[in-house]
């Protein structure tokens, strides 16, 4: 939000400007504000100019490839265009952003799955992976072992279905000083419900090629379930809709759009 209420501030202090020196001077505000990028564009369009001036913006386009909005995570393309814009112009005047009509943007995604996984393994995520509470076995009686997820891998497959890898490395203890390896697998179906959530659908998890409980599966599901649903937004005044989630090989692309009826204290 703090970036596009950026990008916001910058293009309507540019009023009385030529086109392309607001989408140049625009494109190189967006890209001070990311890691880096192998195309970045942005496209300010406004007939006559001087709507800046009331606050009025008829479209801005974004176009990036290759972008790093992180230093680990990498975004293979990004589409992103707005619905017209109409802002207070007399609160920019003090640095706020007050929108006078919902803003509505749609985009479009892709990520590759190698750069996904470069950045499961960077040192930024692989910290989340660590010192993981886990009984497997259901019978350590309340003394979980202590687990690190190693080596983690996602695949996009066929038929919009995805499977994660990775490898469960149970810490040396002074009775088992010889680590512990298991290999996790889970292949699923990602589905999106009602445009709102993105649901893991009859998911088959196996620890070491064994087929795991089904309540274990259950449990899984469901946890993940709740942190790909988008409504989890809604409380940061912002509506996200998938559109669309296809997935070809290598790669996958999520079309979808989203509104602000405000922008958040800048």
């Keep these: 939000m703090e970036l596009f209420a950026g990008l916001l501030t910058t293009v309507l202090g540019l009023a009385g400007a030529s086109g392309i020196a607001i989408n140049k001077i625009a494109t190189d505000f967006l890209r001070g504000q990311i890691v880096r990028a192998d195309v970045l ?22 176009a990036g490839r290759g972008v790093y909005v992180l230093e680990f995570l990498r975004i293979d393309e990004i589409d992103l265009e707005t619905d017209p814009i109409s802002i207070d112009p007399s609160a920019v005047q003090s640095g ?15 990520l590759r799955s190698e750069d996904i996984n470069r950045a499961l393994r960077s040192p930024n995520v692989q910290s989340s992976f660590k010192n993981l509470s886990i009984d497997i076995s259901g019978s350590n009686k309340g003394k979980p ?18 499977r994660l890898e990775a490898t469960l490395q149970a810490q040396p203890t002074i009775a088992r000083p010889t680590p512990t390896k ?28 064994t087929p795991i409980p089904d309540r ?30 296809e997935f070809t090989e290598g790669k996958m692309q999520v079309i979808g759009f989203a509104k602000m009826d405000s922008i958040p204290d800048q």
């Design 41 to 62: 564009e942005v496209r300010v369009d406004n007939a006559p100019n001087y709507q800046i001036l009331l606050g009025k913006i008829d479209r801005i386009r974004v």
């Design 96 to 110: 706020k952003i007050i929108l006078r009509r919902p803003l509505q943007a749609a985009a479009r995604v892709i």
């Design 145 to 162: 072992e202590i687990y690190d997820l190693i080596n983690p891998e996602v695949t996009f497959l066929e038929g919009d279905r995805i």
């Design 182 to 209: 298991l290999d996790v697998s889970v292949n699923a179906e990602l589905k999106t419900v009602g445009g709102t959530k993105l649901q893991i659908i009859n998911p088959q998890i196996a620890l070491a090629g």
């Design 216 to 245: 274990i599966a259950k449990a899984f599901t469901e946890g993940l379930n709740k942190v790909l649903d988008l409504r989890q937004l809604e409380s940061k005044g912002i509506t996200a809709r998938v559109l669309k989630l």
